[in-house]
Structures are given as structure tokens and as C-alpha cells.
């Protein structure tokens, strides 16, 4: 049901689409899809939560594997979440397209959920900084800023016929933590993993 509704949503965009459109997608009758759900809200509210359970497991996963240093569990951050944008771009073009269409409540849960994101990201920039990994000259909050907006856009502009998936989630990688080393930083990036 949400693989029909973030497929409908991305083409006909959330305020053009409807239940109807969605139930035509799964090949059943609109009042099958209303057992499920009150409102055509309903639908891009579970998608998001959907999306965002996906993105919170790889951050958990991140935040717990063992090992590696500040940068190198940046570097994997900005992959994964580099990987999953490009494995479910539908998806994650309704999320950031649609997102404002959610009712207040909904709208704010959502929201709360991506502060713990924030939060990790600005949390390993300071670390670095901390630690001499990155530039202690940069604004951490910009930085972060800057690492979202990586990993974000890419539902934009990635094209599967013309860019590899690993190969873009390696340049993401890379060129998120070379923008937070800059220039006067004393560490060489690690490897790539």
C-alpha cells in the first residue's frame, strides 16, 4: 500500500493524487484502501513515519558499530543514508516535497524525529573539531547544514541509468568530510570502507 502511495504521490504529486489513484495503482477498490486508512493524510503520514523508521535503523546501526573513529563513522553515516535516498527515491522525494502537507501534529512529529539526526551529525562534527579531524574554524551548525544537504538533494539529480548508486554514495562520502576538514586540517581522510 505505501510502495503504491509513494509511487502515485511522486507522479501525480500529493495534492493531485487520490485515494483513488492509489487504490488504481494496487488493482483494488477504493473501499478496500479505506479499511486500512481514514484519509488520503493518512497515507503520506505512514509513508513519512515508514521512511523515517528506515533512515532511524541506519543511524542506530551507525551510532553502534564498533571501531570506528569520529570521521569514518561520518563517512558511513552520509553513505547509508546516501544509499537508501537513491534505492527509494520516490519515497524520499514525497517525504521532502510533501512533508508540509501533513497536519500540524503530524507535521511536528515527524519533525522531532529528524532532530535526532541533526543532533548525531553536529554531534560528530564537534567531536572532530574536538579532536583535530576537522577544522575547528568551521561553523559546526552550517556544517551539518551542508552534510544534510548531500545527502539530501541527490533524490534530485541521481539517475540510475547514468550514475551508480555506490559510486555516488562514495563521492557523497568523501566530499561531505573533505568539506569539513578544509583546508588548514592536520588529518588525512580515512579510507574509504
Known sequence: MLDAAAKVFHERGYADASVQDVADELGIL??????YIDTKEDLLFRLLEGTHDDVNRILEEVRAHPGLDVLERLRLYV???VEYN???????????????RLGEKRRRDI???RKAHESFVAGLISEA???GA????????????CVFATIIWTYKWFRPDRDGPEHVAHSC???AL????????PVALPPVS
Not at 576537522?134 to 551539518?144: I, T
Open 30 to 35: 477504493k473501499g478496500s484502501l479505506y479499511h
Open 79 to 81: 553513505q547509508r543514508q
Open 86 to 100: 537513491l534505492a527509494n527515491v520516490e519515497r524520499v522525494a514525497v517525504f521532502y516535497h510533501d512533508l508540509d
Open 111 to 113: 519533525l522531532a524525529r
Open 129 to 131: 573539531q574536538r579532536t
Open 134 to 145: 576537522a577544522n575547528p574554524a568551521l561553523d559546526v551548525q552550517v556544517l551539518s547544514r
Open 173 to 175: 562520502a568523501d566530499f
Open 178 to 185: 573533505r568539506g569539513l576538514i578544509g583546508q588548514t586540517a
